[in-house]
T-cell receptor
């Protein structure tokens, strides 16, 4: 089954304790992206990647890091989490970049992160 | 940063009613998409509109892209409980390969 898999789905952590949210897709997609979703703000893009070793900042990259060493994986790293990073996080992928009118973005099920 | 404002933010209606959701921006987008999201899941793409003035229909849902490619609307005819969910518009363009999402419209259709 074609899908985007995120782990963990739920995580409660404390301020300053480094964590990684993994994202993997099995569709050989070029484009991958991370979003955070907060009430009343919709989804905001954190980072995106057009291909292996190519990453770019989205609208809210502060406090996050990403890497794209393999085409299928795009982990999101919080080096020193803070309470304002408490949110619902989504990973998504598509065959090509979002500027293509034929782009179909497939989302993972989400990872709910709470930072105390 | 491009902004997409959706209205209304919340909408609660009875089965059989019609409704329209608006997505507005001061920025021009190369394409605009509409997604629906249900609790505990990621958004799912409903439609992509590319040309200014374009109208697309998906059963009881009608999507329109503004002539200037700055705004869009989603009209649902004879809403059903299965239409309940969070509706998100998303615009592509404006520098980089970024997709900017709207603020969302939470729709609840009751029997």
């Amino acid at each position: 089954e074609a899908q985007v898999t995120q782990n963990p789905r739920y995580l409660i952590t404390v301020t300053g304790k480094k964590l990684t949210v993994t994202c993997s897709q099995n569709m050989n997609h070029e484009y991958m992206s991370w979003y955070r979703q907060d009430p009343g703000l919709g989804l905001r893009q954190i980072y995106y990647s057009m291909n292996v070793e190519v990453t770019d900042k989205g609208d809210v990259p502060e406090g996050y890091k990403v890497s794209r060493k393999e085409k299928r994986n795009f982990p999101l790293i919080l080096e020193s989490p803070s309470p304002n990073q408490t949110s619902l996080y989504f990973c998504a992928s598509s065959r090509q970049g979002v500027l293509s009118g034929a782009n179909v973005l497939t989302f993972g099920a989400g990872s709910r992160l709470t930072v105390l | 940063t491009q902004l997409l404002e959706q209205s209304p933010q919340f909408l609660s209606i009875q089965e059989g009613e019609n409704l329209t959701v608006y997505c507005n921006s001061s920025s021009v987008f190369s394409s605009l998409q509409w997604y629906r999201q249900e609790p505990g899941e990621g958004p799912v793409l409903l439609v992509t509109v590319v040309t200014g003035g374009e109208v697309k229909k998906l059963k009881r849902l009608t999507f329109q892209f503004g002539d200037a490619r700055k705004d869009s609307s989603l009209h649902i005819t004879a809403a059903q409980p299965g239409d309940t969910g969070l509706y998100l518009c998303a615009g592509a363009g404006g520098g980089g390969n970024k997709l900017t999402f709207g603020t969302g419209t939470q729709l609840k259709v009751e029997l």
